[in-house]
């Protein structure tokens, strides 16, 4: 992120904009700015901006972010993703797109792939501690037709 104050934020092209809320605050980055949650409600909003990404014509994309967690929590979502730094949600209490950390500190990926709970899929990837605290480290999680490919740092 290129902003380092302020309480929002846009993307490369500068044209889809989020909002800070709650206590989201400005911090030093990996790359430039980034942003600190403190896991009580506070995110960076986008409105519905990533909502044909994932409507029914839509069948790859890719989500990439560079995490440095500081603590893992118990709390999970209704889906059962603990330590969630990335979802994207349909209405207020459905997510789409979860992205989380284990307790173990593996990636857990869950995926809403359609209508129906028969379309919920769900895995951990890495290995324990591949998520270490107090670190930096970049996923990246790829989409393709139903064919799901993650990468943690290099791995």
């Known amino acids: 992120m290129d902003e380092n104050s302020g309480t929002t934020t846009t993307d490369s092209k500068g044209s889809n904009i989020g909002t800070l809320t709650d ?3 400005w911090t030093t980055g990996k790359i430039n700015s980034g942003i600190i949650f403190d896991g009580n409600g506070d995110d960076v909003t986008f409105g519905n901006i990533l909502n ?13 972010a560079w995490i440095y967690p500081t603590a ?9 993703t ?13 997510d789409n797109l979860e992205l989380g950390i284990t307790d173990d500190g ?12 028969s379309q919920d899929t769900y895995d ?19 989409y393709d037709n139903g064919d799901v490919d ?3 740092d290099d791995a």
């Open 72 to 80: 893992l929590q118990a709390t999970q979502s209704n889906h059962g």
């Open 52 to 64: 044909d990404p994932f409507g029914t014509g839509c069948s790859y994309w890719t989500v990439s």
């Open 106 to 117: 593996k990636l857990h990926v869950y995926i809403d792939a359609g209508s129906g709970s």
């Open 82 to 94: 603990r330590n969630c730094f990335i979802a994207k949600a349909s209405d207020s209490y459905n």
């Open 124 to 142: 951990d990837y890495g290995v324990s501690s591949s998520i270490p605290l107090d670190e930096w480290t970049f996923i990246a999680v790829r």
């Open 23 to 25: 206590n989201a605050d």
């Open 150 to 152: 993650v990468l943690i």
